[in-house]
């Protein structure tokens, strides 16, 4: 059980949900936001 507990933690720290990948996405994360066309389109 402390096994499972330990590996659990790691993956919540190593790997961001859905809401921390938008969040960083938005204007206020750090990640530069993609465009939504390129200057083909």
């Known amino acids: ?6 590996i659990q ?3 919540w720290y190593f790997f961001d949900d859905d809401l921390q990948g938008w969040f960083e996405k938005c204007a ?7 465009p939504l066309w390129t200057e083909k389109q």
Do not use: N, Q
């Open 28 to 34: 206020f994360g750090i990640a530069p936001p993609k």
């Open 1 to 6: 059980m402390i096994a499972v507990t330990l």
């Open 9 to 11: 933690g790691l993956i």
